[in-house]
């Protein structure tokens, strides 16, 4: 995804906080995503923020969007071992039939005990 | 539901053999989309789908075809495969193309093309 960019890489103490960061290019992006793959495994939703939106806190996660810069960035609170995994963000792109998600490299995080 | 399923889970193949890869889902889901994911590139979109009998390109199409029959299938074909199609490849599905909806993910297919 060359329009989302990521850091690939994050480590982090347990019971710290991670900070993953993203940039994206299309101003007309609605929606932007947080997805979590876990080793071995397909990609889960975990949140999400719409456009109007700066800001947005569930339980130990906080999305922070400006749009100014076309900046996004995951706060995970108190971060744990199971957080380990790769995070991508994606933005959604606008065509003709409707909306496509164009994905970030992803940042893989690594939580050490 | 079974969700978004996929088979194979592990493929190896030669240089230019073909096969398909099976992507399937029970939601009733209109919008379909495979993508690869190879290191330090995030995912990528190959094809997608938004119903039956419509597919189109997404941003790296060559080296394969889909088709869409059913709502619920959405194979994709490697006809001749390459070195460079080694990769895992997700499936995708939600509801339709609309924006906001929450796309779904398989479990991947991991390709290794010797």
């Known amino acids: 995804g060359e329009d989302v960019e990521q850091s690939l890489f994050l480590s982090v103490r347990e019971g710290d906080s991670s900070v993953i960061n993203c940039t994206y290019t299309d101003s007309s992006s609605t929606y932007l995503y947080w997805y979590k793959q876990e080793p071995g495994a397909g990609l889960q939703l975990l949140t999400y923020i719409f456009s109007n939106m700066d800001m947005k806190q569930d339980q130990r996660l906080t999305v922070l969007l400006n749009k100014k810069d076309k900046h996004l960035s995951l706060r995970i609170a108190d971060t744990q071992t199971g957080d380990s995994a790769i995070y991508f963000c994606?933005?959604?792109?606008?065509?003709?039939?409707?909306?496509?998600?164009?994905f970030g490299q992803g940042t893989e995080l690594s939580v050490k005990p | 539901n079974a969700g978004v399923t996929q088979t194979p889970k592990f493929q190896v193949l030669k240089t230019g053999q073909s096969m398909t890869l099976q992507c399937a889902q029970d939601m009733n889901h209109e919008y379909m989309s495979w993508y690869r994911q190879d290191p330090g590139m995030g995912l990528r979109l190959i094809h997608y789908s938004v119903g039956a009998g419509i597919t189109d390109q997404g941003e790296v199409p060559n080296g394969y075809n889909v088709s869409r029959s059913t709502t619920e299938d959405f194979p994709l074909r490697l006809l001749s495969a390459a070195p460079s199609q080694t990769s895992v490849y997700f499936c995708?599905?939600?509801?339709?193309?609309?924006?906001?909806?929450?796309?779904?993910f398989g479990p991947g297919t991991r390709l290794l093309v010797l």
């Open positions: 994606a933005e959604i792109q606008i065509y003709n039939q409707g909306g496509k998600l164009i």
């Open positions: 995708a599905s939600r509801v339709d193309s609309s924006v906001g909806e929450t796309q779904y």
